[in-house]
T-cell receptor, first 111, second 115 residues
Framework: RKEVEQDPGPFNVPEGATVAFNCTYSNSASQSFFWYRQDCRKEPKLLMSVYSSGNEDGRFTAQLNRASQYISLLIRDSKLSDSATYLCVVKVRTGTYKYIFGTGTRLKVLA | DTEVTQTPKHLVMGMTNKKSLKCEQH?????MYWYKQKAKKPPELMFVYSYEKLSINESVPSRFSPECPNSSLLNLHLHALQPEDSALYLC??????????????FGPGTRLTVT
């Protein structure tokens, strides 16, 4: 079992739709959580950090459930420009620390 | 400014060549990272530097040799690579406060082709 798992998709949704992505992690030493977006042939860009109380940034809402070891990202009112791969990233601290990437979920927003 | 720069953008090298990838950040970040990314896969961690010291080497073959000359610069020296090493090489940095690391910022990457 991978340490960070995501549904690879692709998710094809019409413009204006709401779409949710899930991510599960298995390492109990996981400390911090992030969502990144990556466009084709570009670098990952930080979308948002995920806080225990949940957090929102415009059309994007992230939730964390530590008991179930589960993170989610909700995108409301999808735009064509939201088409990208969304990467769930977990920071693990075991002596030192490292960031573990999920496989990514591809989103395509259709006109 | 959350910019990480990488040079070159593209690199084609033969299996007997020696080349270097460079990464720079001026955000005062004291953690820097090298990742390798193949098409349709997530980035794979290669090396982590914390306070200019190598803290993680993910069992990377010795044909890849990292170097952190100062807190703003990170190099990756390449020698005798194989065609399967062709990939996008990403540099990232993050703040370190009391040895706690924060979100990473990535450079645009170097697209490497080994012929």
């Amino acid at each position: 079992r991978k340490e960070v798992e995501q549904d690879p998709g692709p998710f094809n949704v019409p413009e204006g739709a709401t779409v949710a992505f899930n991510c599960t992690y298995s390492n109990s030493a996981s400390q911090s959580f992030f969502w990144y977006r990556q466009d084709c042939r570009k670098e990952p860009k930080l979308l948002m950090s995920v806080y225990s109380s949940g957090n929102e940034d415009g059309r994007f809402t992230a939730q964390l459930n530590r008991a179930s070891q589960y993170i989610s990202l909700l995108i409301r009112d999808s735009k064509l420009s939201d088409s990208a791969t969304y990467l769930c990233v977990v920071k693990v601290r075991t002596g030192t620390y490292k960031y573990i990437f999920g496989t990514g979920t591809r989103l395509k927003v259709l006109a | 400014d959350t910019e990480v720069t990488q040079t070159p953008k593209h690199l084609v090298m033969g299996m007997t060549n020696k080349k270097s990838l460079k990464c720079e950040q001026h955000m005062g970040h004291r953690a820097m990272y090298w990742y390798k990314q193949k098409a349709k896969k997530p980035p794979e961690l290669m090396f982590v530097y914390s306070y200019e010291k190598l803290s993680i080497n993910e069992s990377v073959p010795s044909r890849f040799s990292p170097e952190c000359p100062n807190s703003s610069l990170l190099n990756l020296h390449l020698h005798a690579l194989q065609p399967e090493d062709s990939a996008l090489y990403l540099c990232a940095s993050s703040a370190l406060k009391s040895a706690e690391a924060y979100e990473q910022y990535f450079g645009p990457g170097t697209r490497l082709t080994v012929t």
